[in-house]
């Protein structure tokens, strides 16, 4: 009787088939091993950088811009408290009046007045009466001793009054018609003055002021 060797089970044979499919998918896996993100601990010089954002510098203070007597006040505000006939006068010569009253000079201001960098002083009134009008003043104080000039208000019996975050002091003066309302504003630099006739007059002219400087020097952060 012929016998076969071993148990009679044919051992199975790898097709060519599956070698292929194995090799394919080994290829595939190392593919994708190049494409893996860096993990922590990876080398730096193989993570993304990006360029640094400069910061934007902020503009420049160009120098102060000291308003003009046609800059310094809305006609409008101006016309409030003088009516239609009312207009800005002329400091000087025939069409104005003959000695300029400013009560910063009365009140001992003249030396600090002398060394101020600009300013300008202007009167609203009538032309043809001079004797009711109100006095408006902007200048440069940045060559002036603030120590100086604090001191001289206090001298002058000017009281601080609230005014948001302006520094402003106010004056009870009497006239031969009753009271003015001297109003002194400081900011920064600024030196700001009106004189009307009841203290809320004074101080809402100062703050009209104030906005036409800042309107005419937006760099100033005033």
Do not use: K
């Not at 004074?202 to 100033?220: K, Q, Y």
């Amino acid at each position: 009787m012929n016998t076969f060797a071993g148990s009679g089970v044919p051992s199975a044979r790898p097709s060519t088939r599956r070698i292929l499919a194995a090799a394919s998918a080994a290829l595939v896996a190392i593919s994708l091993t190049g494409c893996t993100l860096p993990v922590d601990g990876a080398d730096a010089s193989d993570q993304p950088t990006s360029s640094p954002v400069e910061p934007t510098a902020a503009p420049a203070a160009e120098p102060l811009v000291v308003p003009n007597c046609e800059q310094m006040l809305p006609e409008s505000i101006a016309l409030e408290y003088l009516g239609d006939r009312g207009e800005l006068l002329p400091t000087e010569g025939d069409q104005g009046p003959e000695e300029v009253p400013w009560a910063l000079h009365a009140q001992g201001f003249d030396t600090i007045l002398d060394t101020v960098a600009q300013r300008d002083q202007c009167i609203w009134g009538y032309p043809d009466n001079f004797h009711s009008f109100f006095t408006i003043m902007v200048a440069d104080a940045s060559s002036v001793e603030a120590a100086a000039l604090r001191d001289q208000i206090a001298e002058a019996g000017y009281e601080s009054t609230p005014n948001g975050d302006v520094e402003t002091f106010v004056l009870q003066e009497e006239t031969s018609d009753g009271y003015d309302y001297p109003t002194i504003a400081l900011v920064d630099d600024l030196w700001l003055f009106a004189e009307l006739f009841e203290p809320e007059d004074s101080l809402r002219v100062v703050n009209a002021m104030l906005d036409e400087v800042r309107t005419l020097n937006p760099t100033r952060g005033y």
